[in-house]
T-cell receptor, first 113, second 113 residues
Framework: DVKVTQSSRYLVKRTGEKVFLECVQD?????MFWYRQDPGLGLRLIYF???????EKGDIPEGYSVSREKKERFSLILESASTNQTSMYLC????????????FGSGTRLTVV | GDSVTQMEGPVTLSEEAFLTINCTYT??????LFWYVQYPGEGLQLLLK?????DKGSNKGFEATYRKETTSFHLEKGSVQVSDSAVYFC????????????FGKGTKLSVIP
């Protein structure tokens, strides 16, 4: 069964910590995405990548960075976690051609205390 | 730019009731349309899609018809079950940006016995 795997379902970190959220897909997809989901705000795109070592800012990149050293792995980095980054983080991947939609991971619920 | 507007929730229905969740869109070009479902504590799953006008997507008893004249893609189900309780997202893709998706804000459905 093809899938997108996020390394942690729940994570609690302290303010100021550097946080890594990992996402791995086994579908050989070129495109990968990081979203955050907050009540009343829907899904907001943080960063995306069309290929290895390529990255593009989404709608809310401030306070985040990403890394894509291998095609299958896309990491989201919170350089210095803050309480306003407490959220559900969703990773997704897709093919670059055709209207096939995205495949999502199960999400990581991050709490910054 | 492209946008998706969904009816605001939450929506609460009794089991076996008829469900409609409205979705309208604006897009440059000729979009493909999607419905995603997110069960509690999970990531998003593709529920159904349609790629051209008058296409009907269907899955698990849910249906939606691509209406170009009204720029709509309303989700319907004839008889909802408690297990349908989830958040439903409408989305579109125009092929721009490697078929990147634009999402609505989501509609939360609660079905009570």
């Amino acid at each position: 069964d093809v899938k997108v795997t996020q390394s942690s379902r729940y994570l609690v970190k302290r303010t100021g910590e550097k946080v890594f959220l990992e996402c791995v897909q086994d579908m050989d997809h070129e495109n990968m995405f990081w979203y955050r989901q907050d009540p009343g705000l829907g899904l907001r795109l943080i960063y995306f990548s069309y290929d290895v070592k390529m990255k593009e800012k989404g709608d809310i990149p401030e306070g985040y960075s990403v890394s894509r050293e291998k095609k299958e792995r896309f990491s989201l980095i919170l350089e210095s976690a803050s309480t306003n980054q407490t959220s559900m983080y969703l990773c997704a991947s897709s093919l670059p051609q055709g209207p096939y939609g995205y495949t999502f991971g199960s999400g990581t619920r991050l709490t910054v205390v | 730019g492209d946008s998706v507007t969904q009816m605001e929730g939450p929506v609460t229905l009794s089991e076996e009731a008829f469900l409609t969740i409205n979705c309208t869109y604006t897009a440059t070009g000729y979009p493909s349309l999607f419905w995603y479902v997110q069960y509690p504590g999970e990531g998003l799953q593709l529920l159904l899609k349609a790629t051209k006008a008058d296409d009907k997507g269907s899955n698990k008893g849910f249906e939606a018809t691509y209406r170009k004249e009204t720029t709509s893609f309303h989700l319907e189900k004839g008889s909802v079950q408690v297990s349908d309780s989830a958040v439903y997202f409408c989305a579109l893709s125009t092929g721009a940006g490697s078929y990147q998706l634009t999402f609505g804000k989501g509609t939360k459905l609660s079905v009570i016995p």
